[in-house]
């Protein structure tokens, strides 16, 4: 059955539709490949059962014409998305046996169209990293290796999305973006990743990190396979106040691989001192391919961009910080005990939460406290207005921008676990979108010295998604990213 | 009237400040589908954002945006077209969220004014300082169980109104005056209950002391009082205590202070004071709350005739005294029955049945206006009876009694009683000559109107022959008439 | 503007986090280095720049007041590491 699991979503679409296989073969070959890629670790539950009973509804619906725009596919779902009836857990110790008695607004989206879960997938503790080293359950693994056989990590936080759809255990995974989180292992594993304008997914039901920032998208394996569980994904949810009820388009139709005219900007503070020659090479060939295809360059400048990750982890711990106080041990997950209230505060929130959150915590409430307020977090808000005004008058001279999406490829685990501050620096080029709230993907483009994937960063206007899936699928055509990470993880099995 | 308080060193003036608590009326939470309603099952009226759940997020209420804007309006208050809510961050077993969303720095409503009704007619201004919508918390309880507190999430994210004045209380009756005249207001627009009994209304007190004329004294802050009287009791406990205090050399501690009821006395929270900083932020879950001055104007159309304006009316166009006036806009309900029974009748009458046997009656059995068993139309009916001569004024209160206890129509009574007022020339002189013949020493009394103070003694003896139905004025001029 | 030991532990307190003594130091030295690098926001010239409200250009989106939740007690419990007799049971609050 290898391969059914080499198919796209679209291939996979066509094959049910042709009737040549059926969702439950389909289905029943990921739960093998599941199994067989547990050396990854990339499963915190796997729901082999639920998924063999969607996979039936599916078929059922196809054989009565029912079948919705996902149907049959199997899907992995971040551990983020509450899923109702099976276990919850952020990757984190604190929502210990959790089960939501409700479904994220995006999750139900993605059923209502016949999509199936294989399960839910690992993340750095509440989203809090960029290499998957933060879960409660252990670190992943990237398929990826270097030449040489070194591991590496897949990228975070939706490191266990990443990591599942690469090794080709699920067909997509949904992630979540804040500063990154979806674009940054999409590049370290060779995916197609989307983070859509702010407003675009609800984030009902999807555990907050950073309220303001946290958006939901999908991670896989190409453009067309984003742009069709991104129109599943997206739509205006009432429950949400932030989400925006505009119609969602067939973002299928935009890949027509004609940008011809468009203006692309590439803004010159993305230069920046240090870049790796491989990631300043891959630009420059994108650039060419947008040339190429007939669209015209134009040198932006967006002047705050060196200010923008200061900004983001000034906002992101204070919106966090607050956002997770409500795992307190009386309503669900872990409790310590404690001799009076607050001890049990202390001590299940002290033993529950892992170091990086705890960090995040305490930044956060201090950069909110009292005499503080003003220094850094509305300091941090001004010059957030600085770079969203960047990019609103950038795109009043070009259509999209075009920048690496991360400063390097896939590092080692346990390289920057000691120093934060490089670990935050991987965010450099995703966290301004994230800020601003407008749509950027990330697209493989290239492969580096080391033999590891590289990706390029497409962003655009506010729900502007299509010109994004667009321009992404000309350098995906363009680059024509066909590796594949070596199968190293079944051995391991 | 002095409002000082006298100390070893001096007078001495109080500073009231009052931030009340007002449950807004309206059928779901200010940010959730669930019920406000009061008194159902622990954790039954509670949604999945009320509880915090992960992921869960708030959505306003649109009523209780307009009750907020209502009751700004109803004080005069300068409406706030743009408006933040933000998150104030404290931890408690009863707060699910870990935060409250409020409203910190840009309040929906902004700077007010309340009129107090005080003494003698006298009236007052008060400033409002600003009004904004906020979460209440759920209910902690802590003798169920005797190592564990309960918690009930029920009233968890109920819509509350912060109503906060100005320090320009300067009494504990200025204060109590404050908080009836703001209930009053809040019952006539419908946008709070008032019911202190069930927490629909709490107050935090504000009080300092100074010497007249000084610089502000260091204030306490009392919280989370449940009745006008407590806080009348708290804030004369209190401005005691202080002037106590700073007398026998000692300073006062800016804190929070409970008042302890059974005690009467007002005690330090500082376990509950450790390290309060709240880290209000503006909620990232919510936009800024932006109004269309044309829907405000809407609002402000429909605004019903609120107490003050109803009180000068009252005055103007029936001639009632400041007092009776007050007495009358007290309550929405008592206005509404005073009108009816006013309405083309006399309105002193009608104000002296309300506020006397009306009231009177009321108070004996321990029931609201709204249940009052003598409607405002059978009191009007009583009131017609004494005006066309078929009733006395006395036979009135025999009637109106009649009406209490059976709820009855007073025409029906009179009728079935028999206690119509008799105008029978014939039969009054009947009874007045019969009396003046028996009693030829009063009459000698009398002495043909020397002694005018005698022939209440005849009016009485006549009354009481007749039972009490003659028309008095015909007796009174058929007994002048025949004792010359 | 530099965070001690005593801060951390006040900062931890407020956020109910128990910190154990020997991490205090070290967060210190975590924060400090954090704080010092995000001073470079100092550098910006914010003068009359309103900080952002929110990156959505919407108007709030309001409810009508109609129940339309609730009566679900079993839901609200069923994750509870304590429930009794319909409440959420915690280690008593002295007040």
């Known amino acids: 059955m290898s391969e059914l699991t080499d198919l796209t979503i679209a291939g996979a679409l066509s094959g049910l539709d042709k009737g040549e296989f059926t969702s439950r073969e389909l289905t029943q070959a990921y739960i093998a490949e599941v199994e067989n890629g547990r050396a990854l670790n990339a499963f915190t539950t796997e729901t082999p059962d639920k998924a063999l009973e969607m996979a039936d509804a599916a078929d059922a619906a196809r054989r009565s014409g029912d079948a919705g725009p996902l149907n049959g596919i199997p899907l992995a779902i971040k551990d983020l998305f509450c899923t109702k009836g099976v276990l919850t857990t952020a990757s984190s110790h604190i929502l210990d046996g959790f089960k939501p008695p409700y479904e994220s607004s995006v999750t139900a989206n993605l059923w209502r169209d016949g999509a199936v879960m294989l399960g839910k997938v690992s993340l750095d503790e509440f989203a809090m990293g960029s290499s998957n080293e933060t879960s409660f359950y252990g670190p992943v693994q990237n398929p990826w290796r270097t030449t040489d056989g070194k591991a590496r990590v897949p990228g975070g936080s939706s490191g266990g999305s990443a990591a599942a759809v690469a090794a080709r255990l699920a067909m997509g995974a949904t992630g979540t973006d804040t500063g990154g989180s979806i674009r940054q292992p999409a590049s370290f594993c060779g995916l197609a990743g989307i983070k859509p304008t702010y407003g675009r997914c609800s984030r009902w039901g999807i555990i907050a990190f950073a309220s303001s920032l946290d958006q939901a998208g999908p991670i896989t394996r190409n453009v067309e396979d984003a742009a069709i569980m991104l129109r599943s994904m997206a739509g205006y949810d009432p429950k949400d106040s932030t989400s925006i009820n505009t119609p969602v388009p067939d973002y299928r139709k935009a890949l027509t691989g004609d940008i011809r005219g468009l203006k692309i900007g590439i803004p010159q503070e993305y230069r920046m001192d240090g870049t790796p020659p491989d990631v300043l090479a891959l630009w420059d060939r994108g650039i060419q391919w947008m040339k190429d295809a007939g669209a015209q360059i134009v040198d932006i400048s967006l002047p705050h961009t060196k200010y923008a990750l200061a900004t983001y982890y000034i906002v992101a711990p204070a919106e966090a910080s607050s956002n997770l106080a409500r795992y307190d041990g009386v309503r669900y997950g872990l409790r310590e005990q404690g001799g009076n209230l607050i001890e049990m505060y202390e001590n299940t929130r002290g033993a529950g939460f892992g170091e990086e959150v705890q960090r995040r915590i305490l930044i956060g409430t201090y950069v909110l406290s009292a005499g503080y307020y003003d220094a850094y977090y509305l300091k941090a808000q ?112 | 009237m002095s409002k000082l308080i006298s100390g070893a060193t001096g007078e001495w003036e109080v500073v009231i400040g009052l931030e009340v608590h007002a449950q807004v009326t309206s059928n779901s939470k200010l940010f959730s589908g669930a019920a406000t309603e009061f008194g159902a099952e622990p954790n039954t009226q509670v949604s999945l954002v009320d509880a915090a759940m992960p992921g869960m997020l708030p959505v306003i209420n649109a009523y209780c945006v307009e009750q907020a804007v209502r009751t700004g309006l109803a004080l005069d208050a300068q409406i706030n077209l743009y ?178 009821v059974a005690q009467g006395v007002t005690r330090s929270m500082r376990s509950k004071e450790e390290a309060h900083d709240y880290r209000y932020f503006p909620d990232p879950d919510l936009l800024p709350l932006e109004l269309d001055p044309a829907w405000v104007d809407e609002i402000k159309a429909g605004l019903p005739e609120l107490p003050d304006e109803k009180k000068n009316r009252l005055m103007r166009d029936f001639g009632l005294s400041v007092y009776d ?147 008095p004025a015909q007796v009174n001029e058929l007994l002048k008439k025949k004792l010359g | 503007m530099s965070v001690d030991t005593k801060t951390v532990a006040r900062i931890a307190h407020l956020a109910r986090l128990k910190v154990p003594e020997d991490r205090l130091d070290p967060l210190a030295g975590e924060l400090n280095q954090l704080l010092a690098w995000v001073e470079q926001l100092g550098e910006v010239n914010t003068d009359n720049v309103p900080p952002l409200t929110s990156v959505v250009h919407a108007r709030l989106p309001r409810r009508d007041d109609v129940v339309t939740d609730g009566d679900r007690q079993a839901d609200v419990l069923a994750n509870a590491p304590d429930a009794q007799n319909g409440f959420f049971a915690v280690p008593k609050v002295i007040e």
């Open chain 2, 325 to 471: 006036a007050g007495v009358m806009v007290s309550e929405p309900e008592i206005g509404v029955y005073f009108e009816e029974v006013a309405k083309g009748r006399d309105p002193k009458q009608a104000s002296n049945w309300v506020t006397g046997s009306l009231f009177a009656a009321l108070n004996a059995k321990g029931v609201s206006i709204t249940e009052s068993p003598v409607t405002a139309a059978n009191l009007g009916k009583l009131i017609d009876l004494i005006a066309d001569n078929t009733i006395s004024g006395r036979i009135a209160k025999d009637v109106f009694e009649i009406m209490v206890e059976t709820g009855g129509d007073p025409a029906a009574i009179v009728e079935e009683k028999g206690l119509k007022q008799i105008t029978d020339t014939g039969f009054i002189e009947g009874i007045v000559d019969r009396i003046i013949a028996e009693n030829p020493g009063q009459v000698a009394q009398y002495d043909g109107g020397a002694n005018p103070k005698v022939i209440g003694w005849f009016v009485g003896q006549v009354m009481k022959q007749s039972q009490g139905k003659a028309n």
């Open chain 2, 83 to 260: 408006s933040i809510f933000d998150r104030k961050n404290y931890f408690y077993a009863d707060l699910p969220q870990g935060y409250q969303i409020s409203q910190y720095k840009q309040p929906v409503v902004g700077e007010g004014i309340i009129t107090l009704d005080l003494k003698d007619g006298e009236t007052k201004e008060v400033g409002i300082e600003r009004l904004h919508l906020e979460q209440d918390a759920g209910k902690s309880m802590h003798d169920q169980h005797p190592t564990m507190t309960y918690v009930d999430l029920n009233r968890s994210g109920v819509a509350l109104m912060e109503i906060v004045s100005k320090p320009d209380m300067r009494s504990s009756e200025e204060a109590g005056a404050y908080l009836k005249k703001l209930r009053t207001i809040l019952r006539y627009i419908g946008t709070c209950d008032g019911n202190m009994e069930q927490g629909s209304m709490r107050a935090d007190v504000n009080v300092s002391v100074r010497k007249p004329g000084g610089p502000l004294g260091t204030r306490c802050e009392i919280k989370n009082v449940n009745s006008v009287r407590f806080v009348q009791q708290a804030i004369e406990y209190e401005a005691r205590r202080q002037i106590d205090v700073i007398e026998d050399g000692g300073k006062i501690v800016q804190e929070t202070r409970l008042y302890d």
């Open chain 1, 382 to 493: 001004k010059v957030r207005t600085l770079i969203a005004q960047d990019f609103e008058q950038a795109f009043g001279r070009v259509d999209a921008i075009l920048t690496p999406t991360a400063p390097c490829s896939a590092f080692s685990p346990g390289e920057k676990s000691d120093d934060p501050i490089s670990m935050y620096l991987n965010d450099v080029f995703t966290v301004p979108a994230s800020l601003a709230g407008i749509p950027g993907m990330s697209v493989p483009a290239g492969i580096c010295g080391a033999g590891l994937p590289l990706g390029l960063q497409i962003l655009g206007r506010p729900f502007e998604e299509e010109t994004v899936l667009k321009v992404g699928h000309v350098i995906e055509q363009a680059a024509a990213f066909g590796a594949r990470p070596r199968i190293w993880w079944k051995e391991a099995a």
